[in-house]
Each structure stands twice: as C-alpha cells, then as structure tokens.
C-alpha cells in the first residue's frame, strides 16, 4: 500500500472504533431507562468537539473526518437527548405528590 493508502486504512480504523465506541452507552440508555450517571455536562462538550470536528472536515474537504463525526454526532447526540429527556422526567416525578395506593377495590 502506498502512504495515502495506510493512512485511509488508518482512519478508517480509528473511525469505526471512535464511533462505535458510543454504541453500548446509547444501547444500555435505550434499554435500561436509566442516564443518571451519564454526565450531561460531558455529553454537552462532545456533541460540541464533534460539530466542530466535522465543520473542520468540510473546511479540509476529508471526507472521512466528515462522515464519522457526524455518525459520532448522532450517537453522542441521542445519548444527550436521552439524558436531558430522563433528567426532565426526574424533575417533574420529584415535584409531583406522593401518589398513595388505593385500598382494594378502590379505583
């Protein structure tokens, strides 16, 4: 292979590994309901890295920069979501009364 070669090879490599990285988070988040202990804050910073990182892909013309921020963006950015969504829902079970069980036969 030539240089430019090993390194699409290279990129392609870090890409995948960079981006699937964030697959098993957003999957456990899916599944589980459960973002407590993702770090809003950090996922605020990321989405931010990755916006910037793929507007410096356009501005390069890397094609590869481009394409695997903006999948990185997406996971990353579900991931946000999901964790501003729970945290929201948090909030407002926390504000809501205590909600008592009826007796039985009482609807």
Known sequence: MEGGSWATALGIAAGLCSTASFVPQLLKAWRQNDTEAISKRMYLVTVTAFVLWTSYGFVIGSLLIVVF????????????????????????????????????GNP
Request: hydrophobic share 40%; net charge positive; proline share 8%.
């Open 69 to 104: 921020n903006l999948l990185s963006l997406v996971l990353s950015g579900a991931i946000l979501v999901l964790t501003l969504r729970h945290q929201r829902t948090r909030k407002r079970s926390a504000r809501s009364p205590c909600s008592l069980p009826s007796p039985a």
